[in-house]
């Protein structure tokens, strides 16, 4: 276990190193600049900013000024936000995002999990067609859209819930759903067909003919090695939450990180744009390692270090 710890640090820093690398160099070939807008400043000015926030220098240099700075903890300053630094706009955007986040994923579990499980236990029946044809809608309909009709819906026709903002509970409801769905439709299909895999193993039907009870099998013998490959999505899942939450928040006026990292392409805003990047690309690394080491916790069996 110490050894695979060891091994996926290194390959995390390194994985982070060339996504800062392809980043920088990706950024800096799209036409504009920072400073340059319907009202472009005059030639002095422009070439006093440049040299102000180090743009003036060749590539290479610049590259290489960024990457000490970054090993450092520094993700350097705002063009737009007045030299604000990167990591204070982070610290105070990201919790907002955070919090929506994690509502959707907790709904995307306790939800998905389960409709998976009862759509496998009435396998052909017509609970599982329903519960199947909720899900596919659910993965075939974009967020945008299922954002929209939720605000029409329950916002505009019904006035039962707010539609912008994160002011109270309630505001959380659409969004967090609506982020939600997705991965709770993916989960349910992934859960069902795991789950009709494992009751089908000879181990199932032994404890069948011992005469198990049908709860003590699915609860203590099934669901455990059925939600393998739902742990596996669960890195997939942050990712999607993360990113899809830039959407979320532009349609819900809410204020987290996403509208920052739209904004800051929008404003070719270059280190904000590498600041969220490598920060959003951390954290989904970071995640798809902690559920590397949650196999062992859920099979024993699985054994990481020849990995």
Same mark, same amino acid.
């Given at each position: 276990m110490t050894r695979y710890?060891?091994? =996926? *640090?290194?390959?995390?820093?390194? &994985? +982070?190193?060339?996504?800062? *690398?392809? &980043?920088?160099?990706? @950024?800096? &070939?799209?036409?504009?600049?920072?400073?340059?807008s319907e009202k472009s400043p005059s030639k002095a000015v422009l070439a006093m900013l440049e040299e102000?926030?180090?743009?003036?220098?060749?590539?290479?240099? %610049?590259?290489?000024?960024y990457m000490v700075a970054l090993a450092h903890g520094?993700?350097?300053? /705002?063009?737009?936000?007045?030299? %604000?630094? +990167?990591?204070a706009i982070i610290v105070d955007k990201f919790p907002v995002s955070a919090r929506l986040g994690s509502v959707a994923v907790a709904i995307a579990v306790i939800f998905g999990i389960p409709i998976g499980c009862i759509a496998a236990l009435n396998r052909g029946k017509w609970l599982d067609n329903l519960l199947m044809f909720i899900a596919t809608v659910? +993965?075939?309909?974009p967020g945008f859209v299922v954002a929209t009709s939720l605000m029409i819906i329950f916002g505009v026709k019904l006035g039962l819930l707010p539609t912008f903002g994160l002011n109270s509970p309630l505001h959380y409801i659409l969004p967090a759903f609506t982020l939600a769905f997705y991965p709770m439709s993916y989960m349910a299909r992934l859960m069902r067909s795991s789950m009709l895999e494992v009751l089908s193993l000879d181990y199932i039907r032994t404890a069948k003919a011992k005469g198990v009870s049908q709860f003590k099998m699915i609860f203590k013998h099934?669901? =455990?090695?059925?939600?393998?490959?739902v742990i596996t999505y669960l890195g997939p899942l942050m990712a999607y939450v993360l990113t899809g939450s830039f959407v979320v928040e532009k349609i819900f006026t809410i204020p987290?990180?996403?509208?920052?990292? +739209?904004? /800051?392409? &929008?404003n070719r805003d270059y280190p904000m744009i590498m600041g969220t990047t490598i920060f959003l690309a951390t954290i989904l690394?970071? @995640?798809?390692?902690?559920?590397?080491?949650?196999?062992?916790?859920?099979?024993?069996?699985v054994t990481l270090d020849k990995e």
């Open positions: 710890i060891i091994k =996926r *640090t290194i390959i995390v820093f390194l &994985t +982070i190193i060339l996504i800062s *690398t392809i &980043t920088f160099f990706l @950024m800096n &070939t799209v036409p504009g600049g920072p400073f340059l102000k926030y180090g743009l003036d220098k060749p590539l290479l240099v %610049q590259y290489k000024n520094d993700l350097g300053v /705002s063009l737009k936000k007045k030299g %604000q630094p +990167i990591v659910g +993965i075939a309909v099934a669901l =455990r090695n059925s939600l393998i490959p987290g990180l996403g509208g920052e990292f +739209i904004n /800051s392409i &929008t690394i970071f @995640m798809n390692f902690f559920v590397d080491l949650l196999y062992k916790v859920v099979d024993p069996r």
